[in-house]
């Protein structure tokens, strides 16, 4: 399940994880939640079994963010797929 995130509000991380419940889960990172690909976030993420953090370009470049290593920095072309290329079910929050 690919869940779209735009907001970095530490509840919508709850609703990941009951939304996202036992399945794999990946998030696509964007706007100022691009702050969830920190570090500071890393062990969260990995306790809710979140399998892939992607995160916008523009989003890092304009918040000069440095971001953890288990995320991939994604441009226009690689979310549109992400969001329209795959079966995965994307929830937006």
Known sequence: MLFFVNKPEEKILERIAIV???EDKAL???GDAAVFGTAHWE???EDM????IYVAKDAVDA???????NCEVVDYAEMVDLLLGSDE???SL
């Open 28 to 30: 696509l990172l964007v």
């Open 43 to 45: 062990e969260k993420l």
């Open 49 to 52: 079994d979140v399998e892939d």
């Open 63 to 69: 918040r000069n963010i440095e971001l953890s290593d």
């Open 89 to 91: 079910k994307v929830v």
């Open 20 to 22: 996202g419940g036992d």
